[in-house]
């Protein structure tokens, strides 16, 4: 038998239209689609090697610099138009405490601030302050590996980080210093940059209850607990160690509180002893700095807009007379 197909005979008649071929099929377009790449360019949706440990972290935390930016802009739609610019610096604090103390200490704080608040995001630490003159050293200089900054250049940054931030839909924009030396540039700055926004809706506050908290308002706390004005101290001695302690333990040298090393202004430890420092009394101490802080934020912000209100907020604290060489402590 003759192939039909082969002869074109595959009953097909005599004159017969010959059928079209099948039409093909267009995959279909699931309407989920465009969501899921939306989601995964946004960082919502893990890709993949990333664990969903890791997503949730990211989703949760309140460090600027944990954010992507489309997390960062979803965060401000939300609420969150609170910006904490954590101050510290880079400065000796004799010889059990390490050169970040600052640093480590008011980013710790901000946080547990910002969570407490609600509605607040913590931008990245100003490390790099004013700590004395460089050439010839003077106050922390005097110490190796302190690194200090000009007046004029720590002003000029602070005041770049708070514009970018407004920039960005900050609208209450918190100057939280760790470091007693600098106090009074922040009230400075805030001033200078509330004027110039008087206009808009954004303020610049400097609340002197965060730093008020850690100095006086510690060493009463202090006393309560049985622990005297010569172990308390102003910088590297009881109160600061005790906060390091409860915030980062792993930045003490904890093996020379309990030797016969020497602790006075001659290794750069002033007005106390930190051999009774502990972790306990380190964490009242923590717990007032962010309370009074979080209801002086909050008072500030509830106050609303006006130019007197920010001049207000810039008030400085009144902080009891030092030595220059301890000026620039805790």
Not at 120 to 138: R, T, W
Not at 208 to 224: I, K, V
Not at 236 to 262: F, K, N
Request: glycine share 10%; charged share 20%; aromatic share 4%.
């Amino acid at each position: 038998m003759r192939d039909k197909c082969a002869t074109g005979e595959a009953g097909a008649k005599a004159g017969a239209r010959p059928r079209p071929p099948p039409a093909r099929r267009q995959p279909a377009r699931h309407p989920i689609g465009p969501l899921l790449v939306w989601l995964c360019l946004a960082g919502v949706l893990a890709p993949a090697g990333r664990s969903a440990a890791e997503v949730t972290a990211a989703a949760t935390s309140v460090s600027l610099e944990d954010l992507t930016w489309p997390e960062l802009r979803a965060a401000l739609r939300q609420g969150k138009t609170v910006a904490l610019i954590p101050v510290g610096g880079t400065e000796q604090s004799g010889p059990a405490l390490a050169l970040g103390k600052h640093n480590a200490r008011v980013k710790a704080l901000a946080e547990r601030i910002a969570r407490e608040l609600g509605n607040a995001i913590v931008a990245p630490v100003i490390a790099y302050v004013p700590e004395g003159a460089i050439e010839p050293p003077s106050s922390h200089m005097r110490f190796a590996g302190t690194l200090s900054v000009p007046v004029p250049v720590f002003e000029a940054t602070l005041e770049a980080a708070a514009r970018s931030l407004r920039a960005h839909g900050f609208r209450d924009i918190v100057l939280l210093g760790d470091h007693g030396g600098y106090q009074a540039q922040l009230v400075q700055v805030a001033a200078k940059l509330n004027r110039a926004w008087a206009a808009s809706a954004a303020r610049v506050w400097a609340p002197p209850e965060y730093y008020e908290a850690s100095t006086r308002g510690f060493a009463r706390l202090l006393r309560e607990h049985g622990y005297r004005d010569d172990e308390i101290g102003s910088h590297a001695a009881l109160s600061d160690t005790s906060l390091q302690l409860a915030l980062a333990p792993g930045m003490v040298r904890q093996e020379l509180l309990g030797s016969g090393a020497r602790f006075d202004p001659s290794v750069g430890v002033y007005g106390g002893d930190p051999r009774r420092a502990n972790a306990p009394m380190g964490q009242l101490g923590a717990d007032l700095i962010v309370q009074q802080s979080v209801a002086a934020v909050r008072r500030l912000v509830a106050r609303g807009r006006r130019p007197d209100s920010a001049s207000d907020s810039a008030r400085g604290p009144t902080l009891p007379a030092q030595p220059e060489e301890e000026r620039s402590s805790n």
